[in-house]
């Protein structure tokens, strides 16, 4: 089943990027921007992709202070990707389960809170597709709520469509050419202290053999 697919690119990521685009925080000391900074070049040219981008400050100022790297953004909003286009960003309507580029084509694919709104049953195809477009020795950056067990909660905005809070690096270090390298927990804001409230910024390798 893919509900959640077809709800968000029939009308709710515009939705979602309506209720976010008033965002101005710093986010200088954003964990998830720094973590993406410090894979970054100044010199050497990357291809970097983020999935489910919506407003994509971070891709917008990372574009200004490293011209030599391409970057790229994937959503199924039009209004999130009108607005990347307009900051001169290459950007594609689309979901994380098909990635529209090459094989080996990029050095880092960015999953900032998207897959806790993704289809169970899409999981398998955007792994593969993940694996399938990033170059060997490229990293996988994801923020999001990492839980040992699934945890599903009913999303406010939408019926029918589900949040979920799992082991997203499970998801792709399962793979013998992919591991786990680096991983920083902080406590969502305005939360209880709980494990499941704890988001992982985590920076996954794929091996070049």
């Known amino acids: ?3 959640q697919k077809l709800k968000f690119l029939e009308k709710e990521a515009d939705n979602y ?36 981008c919506a407003h994509a400050s971070k891709l917008i100022e990372l574009n200004k202070k490293y011209p030599n790297n391409k970057f790229y953004g994937l959503d199924p909003s039009k209004l999130a990707i009108n607005n990347l286009k307009k900051n001169k960003i290459h950007g594609h309507i689309g979901t994380a389960d098909h990635i529209p580029y090459d094989d080996n084509f990029f050095d880092i694919i960015i999953y900032g809170f998207s897959l806790y709104l993704c289809d169970d049953d899409l999981l398998f195809k955007i792994s593969s597709e993940c694996f399938r477009c990033l170059k060997p020795a490229g990293v996988i950056i994801i923020e ?59 920076v996954l390798k794929k091996s070049y053999k």
């Open 1 to 3: 089943m893919e509900i």
């Open 17 to 52: 990027y309506k209720r976010n685009m008033c965002d101005k925080s710093d986010i200088s000391n954003n964990i998830l921007y720094k973590t993406i900074k410090e894979n970054l070049s100044l010199d050497k040219k990357k291809n970097i992709i983020e999935i489910g």
């Open 144 to 202: 999001d709520f990492i839980t040992k067990k699934p945890i599903y909660k009913k999303y406010k905005y939408l019926k029918f469509i589900k949040s979920r809070k799992m082991n997203y690096i499970s998801m792709f270090a399962w793979h013998p050419k992919i591991s786990c390298i680096k991983k920083i927990k902080y406590l969502h804001p305005n939360s209880k202290i709980r494990l499941e409230n704890y988001v992982t910024v985590c």
